[in-house]
C-alpha cells in the first residue's frame, strides 16, 4: 500500500511540474504573441500618420490656393456673393463633370451668403430687415466650438448615389482639413498679439413669430470666416450701414490652452484619418 501511495504522489507531482511548465511556456508564447501585435499596431498607426500627414500637405496645396483667390464682398452691396465648399471642391483641376451640380446639397453643410438683401450661413437666410444683431468670436473660442460636431457619414448621405461622390467627399475632408490647419495656426498667433481678433459668425434675426432666432455658423463657414476676415468685416460692415448692432457673444466656459490645442488637433487627426482612409480605398463608391 505504501508503494502505491508513493507512486501516486510522484506522479502528482509529476503531473504539476509538467502542467507548470506547459503555463510558463504559454506564458511566453502570449507575451511574444502580444508584443508582435503592439509592434504591428505601432507600425500601422504610423503608417496611418504618414499618410495623414501626406494627405494634409496635398490639401494644402490646392485649397488654400482656391482661398488666396477669393474675392470679399464689395461694399455697398449691390449682388449677392456667396462662397460654398461645394464651390471650392467643383474647382478643383481634377472634378469631374457635373461636379457642381452634384454638390449643389451641400450648401447646407457649408456655404456663406451676404446680398442686399438677405444674409445667412449654411443654407439658412434671414432678409436683413429681420436681422437684429451680428454677433462675434474670437480665434479661440472659434477653434473650440459646438460647430465641430457633425458626422460625416451625414455629409456623404446628403449627396446623390452617382459615381463620384467618394471623390467629392474626400475632397471636402481635404478642404475642412488644410482650414482646419490655417485656424491652429491662426490661433496660436492670435494668443501673441495683444487682443483676439472678432470673427462675425452669429446672425440674430426675427422669427415668424417675433421671436429671435440664432444663426451659427457651421464647420465650414466658420473656418472660411477665420481664413478670410475680410468677408467677416464685409458682414459686419454691412450690418452698420443699417444700423445694425455687432457685438460679442457670450463667451463659452473657459478652456486653457492646453486643452483648446489638444482638442484642434485631435479634430485635425480624425479629419485627416478619415481623409486618407476613403482617399485610399481601392474600390469606387456609386
Known sequence: MGDVRRAAGAGLDKGWEAASAGLDKGREAASVGLDKAASLDKEAIQAAGRGAVATARQADDWVLEQLKAVRPPTLPLTETWKLSIGGIVAAHPKAPRLTGRLLAPLDRFGAIEIGPDEIGFDGDTAGWDRVTEIRTRNLSEL?????????????????????????????????????????????????????PRPVACEIIHRGRIQRNKEMTTGLFSALALCSLPQVGEALAAAATERGIPVVPAEPYPHVSTNERVLRMRRQREALAAKAHELESAADEEA
Open 143 to 195: 477653434a473650440v466650438g459646438a460647430f465641430w460636431n457633425f458626422a460625416i457619414d451625414d455629409l456623404r448621405n446628403r449627396l446623390p448615389p452617382v459615381p463620384g461622390r467618394k471623390w467629392a467627399v474626400t475632397k471636402v475632408l481635404q478642404v475642412l482639413l488644410a482650414m482646419t490647419v490655417d485656424l491652429e495656426k491662426q490661433a496660436e498667433k492670435a494668443e501673441e498679439e495683444d487682443g
